[in-house]
């Protein structure tokens, strides 16, 4: 028997209570109290990591305030010099000492300026001098003397010989707008900046063989004194006699030798087979120096190599400072590049060789109470090119106006010569750390350099030109960071090393090397 399930009967919703009628207004009760305003929150706590961020920036912007303020007012204001004193005493009259001197002298300070020797004498290096450097000769009127006695010869025509030989030598000039550099031999050069800082109204004291300086605290002032007992006495010390700065390594401030080296042979004009202005040829066992042909005028050369410090210490790269005779003279007979560049009628000279002190090496500090160390005496010179000149002058300029400053407030003390450090490091020094580093990368990976040159083959003149550009540091060498740039070597790096270690891409220098100029014109 089957049962029947009984339906569900879908149930109503149960009904609304009823709404309850509205009372007239007249009815109603009073109204209920206002509500009370609610209490504003207290503002959020700042978290103990901002806190402590806010107090970092805080404190270091008043170290920073507190450690670079300059004093406005000292002791030795105008008046106060001894008849018998100088402003300020430069020791060394090379480029950074007289062009220190010349702005000094031609703002109305007293300067005395002492050199060993008599000009002209002669400096081996070698002699570009870079367009940072033409433009404060030019101001000086320097240029102008160089030019009319036929002393200078300006660049257009260079380039640069890679690791494996690959090779690109075009213009520059019409990229630039200028030339990148200038042969001028040291003998000239320095005679012209020293006679201009004389005219000026330097007192340029010749055969002035320095051996000691004193300074006495209480008058505030150096006494100088040279080998035959004459004694200059100033308010301001400039130390700008060399790479091995006899007096700064005296007075304490320079504590190592220098550690980098340089060679130097004139080559007869007429002699060679030369026909660009100026190439680099950075030859695989002296890395990361390099040897180098600069024309003068007259079609005279001077064949140069130097030596950078790079790795262990002692070294520059795989070789040391004793092995440069033996790489200047090789060079000239084995480098493919350079025995066709100079012929075989090349008429040089001996080699000649002087130090080099390079991104400030061995020096403590550059300035003190009283005290400025400018020029290669400071290690002004680029680690990675081991150029100097430019750095010189614009670090002798530099100095200049920090005396002058110093003399309208009278104060000579560790805080104001400071201004000079400041100077420098906004002029070039920032850009010894990058060429360090450059340096170091040459040196550990060559196909570095071939990827510059295969992409300077590819690209023409107008890679060339930001090429000179750094390399003469009319630009930082973090120009190359630039996205445009950096990509492009980038890939020039891929390329270069899939061709040599996959398609076994040839070394020209193991070839024998091919005709280096063949110009991009």
Known sequence: MHTRSPRTRARSPPPRPARALSRPRSQRGPPPPPARPREPRPPPRPAPRAVGVGAAVAGYGIYKYATTRVPSSGPYGPGTLPADAYDVVIVGAGPSGSTCGYYAAKAGAKVALLDKEVFPRDKYCGDAVCALAIHTLRDMGVMQELEAHGEAHYADSGGFVSPSGICYIGRSEKKLGEAAAAGVKRINLDKRIAWKARDTGCDLKERFEVTDAKFDKGAGMWTVTAADNKTVRARLLVCADGATSRLATKLGYCTEAPAGVC????????????????????????????????????????????????????????????????????????????SRALGPNAEIERMKAAPLRLG?????????????????????????????????????????????????????????TAQYNRKVDQLFAHDFFASKLMAQAIYRAPILMDAVASETQRQGDPMMAKWAEVMTNMRPKTFFLRPDIALNLG??????????????????????????????A
């Open 263 to 338: 060679s130097r042979a004139f080559v007869k004009g007429g002699t060679h087979n030369t026909d660009f202005d100026g190439v680099c040829f950075y030859q695989r066992e002296s890395l990361p120096g390099y040897s180098a042909i600069f024309k003068h005028p007259n079609d005279e050369l001077n064949y140069c190599y130097y030596l950078i410090p790079t790795g262990k210490d002692g070294q520059c790269g795989d070789v040391k400072e004793s092995d440069l005779p033996r790489l200047h003279n090789d060079a000239i007979k084995k480098d493919p590049f350079i």
């Open 360 to 416: 400030g090496q061995g020096l403590r500090q550059n300035h003190d109470d009283h005290l400025i160390i400018v020029g290669d005496a400071a290690g002004h010179i680029d680690p990675l090119t081991g150029e100097g000149i430019h750095t010189a002058i614009l670090g002798g300029k530099a100095a200049a106006e920090v005396l002058l400053s110093m003399r309208q407030t009278g104060d000579f003390s560790k805080r104001s």
């Open 491 to 520: 890939y020039a790096i891929v390329r270069e090393a899939i061709e040599q270690y996959v398609f076994r891409k040839p070394d020209r220098y193991a070839e024998g090397g091919s005709v280096v100029a063949t110009y991009n």
